[in-house]
């Protein structure tokens, strides 16, 4: 399995391999999954490392599914959706050697093998929150200050932090109304959308010749949670969790837990909440269906009943 994983990576960054999309049409793998699957070898050699031998096809079943959920909960801490994430590329690779006729094993498609997951309430910034964000100074640190910018860039416009740092001038269309739009096609998706640019997102374009400022994701994900820390935002937040196999409730200060994801959260829960409808949201973030933006978005269901209040149909 190990030796086959990693051929079929290697196959597919030469694009030697390629995903089906329909009607006959074929796009390359793209970097994300790409690293997916890269990390996937990493964790399959350590609990190969942990069993003792080099784990064949013929030797899936349904103890070797129960150890590695064993070895990735209760020895490697994984939460359930990580665990569930490598069960998950397992299986794709499990098909894609069926496919190359390298085996004929198929306990993989069993009802046992299940794909864990679990629902997690991801944090997103308030819009006061974000104001104090706006609001706090930088001084003498321009790395702070450019993980700063792109953070609240992800905030105006909910692009993922991988179309983020691609944004130029040549991005930028002024309409009729003098109102500046982002135009691009996005790197995961590739599907083109079209954000209305908030004069604050201009600002932070001008500071650094109508681009986006450049900086390296893991330097954001480091140093935005001590930003948020200075900038006061502080609230407890409880989370759900699965330590060594137990299911426990830890709470954690909100800035430890915000990532440049967050950012993308952000923009679209406060779409959301300040009235702008479902359908013309999911436009910009590209969610295909309803039911998952809102699962989603972070939004109660005290904030929903307020939204709704507003609505006509209940005046």
């Not at 609990?47 to 031998?53: A, C, I, P, R, W």
């Given at each position: 399995i190990l030796n086959y994983a990693r051929s079929f990576v290697q196959q597919i960054e030469k694009g030697?391999?390629?995903?089906?999309?329909?009607?006959?049409?074929?796009?390359?793998?793209?970097?994300?999954?790409i690293k997916t699957f890269k990390n996937f070898i990493v964790t399959w050699h350590s609990?190969?490392?942990?069993?003792?031998?080099n784990i064949k096809w013929n030797d899936l079943d349904k103890s070797i599914y129960k150890e590695l959920v064993d070895h990735l909960l209760n020895e490697s801490n994984y939460t359930i959706n990580s665990c569930g994430k490598v069960i998950k590329t397992l299986k794709v690779i499990c098909q894609a050697a069926l496919d190359d006729k390298i085996h004929v094993n198929i306990e993989f498609r069993?009802?046992?093998?299940?794909?864990l997951s679990e629902d997690i309430d991801n944090v997103y910034l308030t819009t006061e929150e974000t104001e104090l964000l706006e609001k706090w100074q930088i001084t003498n640190d321009e790395t702070k200050q450019r993980a700063k910018d792109i953070f609240l860039l992800g905030c105006y416009t909910a692009l993922r932090f991988s179309d983020l740092k691609r944004i130029t001038s040549d991005h930028l269309k002024k309409g009729q109304n003098k109102r500046y739009?982002?135009?691009?096609?996005t790197q995961k998706t590739k599907e083109k959308v079209i954000i209305p640019l908030k004069p604050k997102g201009l600002e932070i374009l001008k500071k650094y010749d109508y681009q986006s400022p450049k900086i390296e994701e893991q330097t954001v994900n480091r140093l935005i949670k001590s930003i948020c820390k200075d900038a006061g935002i502080g609230d407890i937040i409880e989370r759900k969790s699965v330590i060594n196999g137990e299911t426990k409730i830890k709470k954690y200060p909100k800035y430890s837990l915000i990532t440049t994801h967050t950012a993308r959260r952000?923009?679209?829960t406060?779409?959301?909440?300040?009235?702008?409808?479902?359908?013309?949201?999911?436009?910009i973030t590209g969610h295909k269906s309803e039911s998952n933006f809102l699962k989603y978005i972070c939004v109660t269901k005290q904030q929903t009943a307020t939204k709704?209040?507003?609505?006509?149909?209940?005046?």
């Open positions: 030697q391999k390629l995903i089906a999309t329909g009607k006959n049409i074929h796009k390359r793998y793209s970097i994300g999954t609990f190969e490392v942990k069993t003792g031998h069993k009802p046992y093998f299940l794909t739009t982002l135009t691009m096609i952000t923009a679209a406060q779409m959301f909440l300040s009235g702008i409808p479902s359908l013309e949201i999911m436009k709704l209040a507003e609505n006509q149909f209940f005046k």
